[in-house]
């Protein structure tokens, strides 16, 4: 990504989020616990597939990133009501 594009992507998170941490996670590629799901698309992008359940009192996503095999992933992030709630991170 040449510096013309990480600028203007730096800029638009911060008129975005308003804040400066928030801002720096994700151009860490960070994920955490109470993260939006808008944040989690802006800190690691799309998930490479997602599974939903509909729960009696919520509903369940789980983000599927880094592809290994026929439904096996790296990393599986549950995402509740749009917050981020827990993950598994596989080692590679």
Do not use: C
Not at 36 to 45: M, N, V, Y
Request: hydrophobic share 35%; no cysteine.
């Amino acid at each position: 990504m040449n510096q013309a594009k990480k600028r203007a992507r730096l800029n638009r998170l911060r008129s975005k989020y308003g804040d400066e941490g928030i801002v720096q996670n994700i151009l860490a590629r960070r994920f955490w616990a109470g993260q939006t799901a808008e944040q989690l698309t802006d800190s690691l992008g799309p998930p490479a597939a997602t599974d939903r359940k509909f729960l009696k009192t919520k509903n369940r996503d789980i983000w599927k990133y880094h592809r290994k095999g026929t439904n096996r992933y790296a990393l599986r992030i549950t995402v509740e009501d749009g917050f981020v709630t827990a993950w598994d991170k596989k080692s590679h």
